[in-house]
């Protein structure tokens, strides 16, 4: 009998043992507090934007030619109405100093014949006193009348070749200015396509030439990003935005929506888009922007302030959440109402109360609604926002 006892005892004792290395261990999980704060409902450009120019032209001349001066290089700031380049004209300068060698020449020619049909006036004036007491005949008032009308029609001729003259002139001036480039504004000169003696010519219809000067206004940025079509109907002018670039990062940029574009760009298929426009409110801020940094712009439509509300990276398909249970130490699945929502935070309308703690680590292996758990440190909701946001 005691050998029969000893051996139910050594039988019970290898299956404890066994059970016990063989037991199914509770599973780390990191969880996070449900508590209050804002929450946002935003949207977002689905590729990446870039700062832009209110003012940027892109300049060549009208007509071709070969650069004669060229003023300026890379990255100069100019002046409105600073000369920038000047083709070859010397031929169109000799036919200025001609059209105004002629408009001196005509108007040494109207003093001349205005002086004359001035004097041929007088003269018929006199032949018509006259013929009025019977001194001359009639043919010789009538002479001397045609003759100051012809010498009057000369006076009126040579007003008309200065006008003409004059007129020339302005031909020759327009002429000469298709050979020049002038700065429509103030600027940065961003590139410059060609190089003193070369030969350049005007972008032909149909044909991509590059342009002679890229001038850009500096003073004036904005961002400019396309959204989603189906985002698109969502934004309007005025709503808050928020400015994320690569060369300032953590440093997020106050602005507002000042365009939405209204047509649709069909870039790749299947990628339709609106371009949004975003002005920087923060004048300062703005000035640290060069044209064609990237950037991406986030767009709030919506904001509750002190409303209850979960990290967006805890939601399981169906607005479900891994609640943990201290007394069982077993996590619960519970379905939420969901409120507004953006990649950060969603509020919770209803299914949660503050202070409940809900699973964060939802990519572990074997986490699931029933099983056994060890919670690690509570984690901060901020911090689990800031995670899915580096992800």
Not at 111 to 125: K, L, P, Y
Not at 206 to 220: E, F, K, M, Q, Y
Not at 250 to 256: C, I, M, T, Y
Not at 257 to 283: C, F, M
Request: one cysteine or more; hydrophobic letters at 40%; aromatic letters at 4%.
């Amino acid at each position: 009998m005691r050998r029969i006892l000893i051996i139910i005892a050594s039988i019970a004792l290898i299956g404890a043992t066994f059970w016990w290395f063989n037991r199914t261990q509770p599973i780390a999980v990191a969880l996070v507090e449900v508590g209050l704060g804002k929450v946002e409902a935003s949207v977002a450009n689905t590729r990446a934007g870039s700062v832009e120019a209110c003012q940027r032209t892109r300049l060549s001349p009208i007509s071709g030619g070969r650069i004669a001066f060229l003023g300026v290089k890379k990255g100069d700031h100019v002046k409105k109405g600073q000369v920038l380049l000047r083709l070859w004209n010397d031929d169109q300068q000799a036919q200025s100093n001609l059209a105004q060698t002629q408009v001196a020449s005509s108007q040494k020619r109207i003093t001349e014949a205005c002086a004359v049909a001035e004097n041929a006036g007088r003269d018929a004036a006199r032949m018509a006193k006259l013929r009025a007491r019977g001194f001359i005949s009639e043919g010789g008032e009538e002479k001397s009348r045609f003759e100051a009308q012809s010498r009057q029609a000369a006076c009126e001729g040579a007003r008309a070749d200065v006008t003409q003259a004059q007129a020339r002139v302005r031909i020759t001036k327009v002429e000469q200015d298709r050979t020049v480039l002038v700065a429509p504004f103030d600027g940065i000169v961003a590139d410059i396509v060609g190089e003193l003696g070369e030969y350049t010519t005007p972008s032909p219809p149909g044909v991509a030439t590059p342009p002679a000067i890229d001038l850009i206004d500096d003073s004036c940025l904005y961002i400019k990003a396309p959204m989603d079509e189906v985002d698109a109907p969502k934004v309007h002018v005025g709503q808050l935005a928020r400015v994320s670039l690569d060369a300032l990062p953590g440093k997020p940029l106050a602005g507002h929506v000042k365009r939405v574009a209204p047509y649709v760009v069909a870039v790749e298929k299947q990628a339709r888009t609106v371009d949004v426009e975003v002005s920087i409110d923060n004048a300062n801020e703005s000035k640290q922007l060069l044209v064609g940094y990237s950037a991406d712009v986030e767009i709030v439509l919506d904001s509750h302030n002190n409303v209850l509300r979960v990290p967006t990276s805890t939601l399981l398909e169906g607005n479900k959440v891994l609640v943990y249970k201290p007394g069982t130490k077993k996590l619960e699945e519970r379905v939420i109402k969901a409120g507004i929502t953006n990649w950060e935070f969603t509020e919770v309308l209803d299914g949660l109360k503050q202070g409940d703690r809900i699973v964060v680590s939802l990519e572990r292996e074997g986490v699931k609604a029933g099983i056994v758990v060890k919670p690690e440190d509570t984690v901060k909701p901020e911090s689990t926002a800031k995670a899915s946001k580096a992800k």
